[in-house]
């Protein structure tokens, strides 16, 4: 089992595992182009890659958008992640896939301005690319991967790989709500029934029961 292996040949097994996924490959090929801060490809598009390969699927089934995570904060307009998106449409075009993708790129320094609104819990602002991984709903979740100048993989896995190769999804409860996660595992174990998905802990991460 791929879970139980030493950390470095975990790491060549996601490597090997995600190679197999053509347009991702593509995708940080293109990039590592843009010259972004920070960047990573990031979340369902790794992870689920890896869930195809485990259950013998095509690398790319259920995969619909890939994400890709920078982070600038000389410039936290709409206005400056709206030049990078568009460079980042163009870089985009024509990505040799089966069914149409989407290729969502985002200034995770701009989260804290629009996270409210949209899930309804606060967020303070992230200090990093990999602070913004850190707070997915899942711990499985939390995976990124870049190339570097030199061409290598760099991968930021602060949960390790065990949970992603082992199918299961755990949820960290640290920053999305609980309906982020009951919502988007509900639509995972559509898609792929084999997984394991663990209950939402019923007091906050960290919360000790009383004494009293």
């Not at 600038?72 to 163009?90: M, P």
């Not at 819990?121 to 030199?150: K, N, Q, W, Y």
Request: with cysteine; glycine share 6%; proline share 7%.
């Amino acid at each position: 089992m791929i879970g139980r292996l030493p950390l470095d040949e975990q790491f060549a097994a996601l490597k090997s595992a995600l190679a197999r996924n053509e347009v991702l490959v593509e995708v940080l090929n293109r990039t590592a182009g843009l010259g972004l801060p920070d960047w990573y490809v990031t979340a369902g598009c790794l992870f689920q890659t890896v869930w195809n390969v485990v259950t013998d699927r095509q690398p790319t089934t259920g995969i619909k958008d890939y994400d890709v995570f920078y982070f600038d904060d000389r410039d936290v307009s709409w206005q400056a992640e709206d030049t990078v998106i568009k460079a980042a449409r163009e870089a985009f075009a024509g990505l040799p896939a089966e069914v149409e993708v989407e290729v969502e790129v985002r200034n995770e320094a701009r989260v804290h301005l629009w996270y409210e609104q949209k899930f309804g819990v606060a967020c303070a602002p992230h200090a990093s690319t990999e602070a913004a991984i850190d707070s997915f709903a899942a711990t499985t979740c939390c995976l990124g991967v870049r190339l570097e100048p030199s061409g290598r993989w760099r991968v930021y896995a602060p949960h390790g790989l065990a949970d992603v190769f082992n199918l299961v999804v755990r949820p960290n409860p640290v920053l999305a709500p609980r309906e982020v996660y009951e919502t988007k595992t509900a639509r995972w174990q559509q898609q792929w029934p084999e997984l394991t998905v663990l209950d939402w802990p019923s007091r906050p991460a960290g919360l000790m029961p009383s004494s009293s």
